[in-house]
């Protein structure tokens, strides 16, 4: 098994409902430890730049206006193939199309408000990873 870190956003709607914990606690409970972790709110501009792929999509404003809506819980997970196991456990974008026991099934409210984030390849984590967070704040584990 390979040991990864990926990047994961728990989004305002989970903190807002007070999803933290429980939703750190689905993280734990598949083996993925923390690294890092950051709670803040994110400016337009820090939003904007994060999710610049889609600024040509029509939902680009919606996501923006939504992630910067109120606070975010920013992290670094690590563990064992740490990102296709970070996509697993959140389940599919639409939670009306997520597994059960996912994240996304458990707390999302719709595709726009769908409870987290996480980076889609090893390449996106790093990027992503390296957006919110310095080097010395992220600790190596393995």
Known sequence: MSKEKTLSIIKPNSTLDNNIG???SVFEKNDLRIAAAKLTKL???????FYIEHKERPFFGELVNFMTSGPVLIMVLEGDNAVVKN?????ATNPANAAEGT???LFAKSVGENSVHGSDSLA???REIAYFFDKN???NRF
């Open 124 to 126: 996106a984590a790093d």
């Open 87 to 91: 996509r697993d456990i959140m389940g």
């Open 43 to 49: 400016s337009k501009e820090k939003a904007e730049g």
């Open 137 to 139: 704040e992220v600790l």
């Open 22 to 24: 429980n939703i750190i």
């Open 103 to 105: 994240i996304r099934k």
